[in-house]
């Protein structure tokens, strides 16, 4: 395990509207606000059409390939999720991982680009400051994890 040690920064409330790119919105804010490091609370609606990733497969050379979910009506949401920089840019990406459901049916996963919301999305951002973590691509997997630097 490796860790490392940060601060409670600002809070932020956002409300996310129907038809909005879930996580392509939040990181859109967390650049304009110079957001790089947080946690992401929220709970809302996603349209039918949304897609998440259930489970990953593994392939012959050890990368993983995604399985998805796609929502064939709209659905209640939940999720919690986590901002760090990526790429040689260092720009804020958001991983989300919750639950969507309807009518007492539910499906857990991670949110990616393929996440649209319903009728409003209610986000909270917690922002972490310090020298953090980076989010880079496992070589043995092919999967962005996250590496602190010592």
Not at 63 to 80: Q, S
Not at 110 to 121: G, I, T, Y
Request: charged share 20%; proline share 4%.
């Amino acid at each position: 395990m490796q860790s490392c040690e940060m601060e409670a920064g600002r809070t932020f409330v956002l409300s996310i509207e129907a038809g909005e790119r879930l996580k392509q919105s939040i990181e859109e804010f967390c650049v304009q606000n110079h957001i790089l490091y947080g946690t992401i609370a929220m709970v809302g609606t996603v349209d039918k059409g949304t897609r998440i990733v259930t489970a990953l497969r593994e392939r012959p050379d050890r990368h993983m390939d995604p399985l998805h979910y796609e929502m064939i009506t709209p659905a209640e949401a939940v999720g919690n999720g986590t901002i760090f920089p990526e790429g040689e840019l260092g720009l804020p990406a958001v991983h989300i991982h919750g639950s969507v459901g309807v009518n007492g049916t539910g499906v857990t996963g991670c949110f990616r680009e393929d996440v649209v919301v319903w009728l409003s999305m209610e986000v909270v951002i917690h922002e972490l400051v310090g020298r953090g973590p980076v989010r880079a691509i496992n070589a043995d997997t092919g999967i962005r994890t996250l590496a602190i630097e010592k």
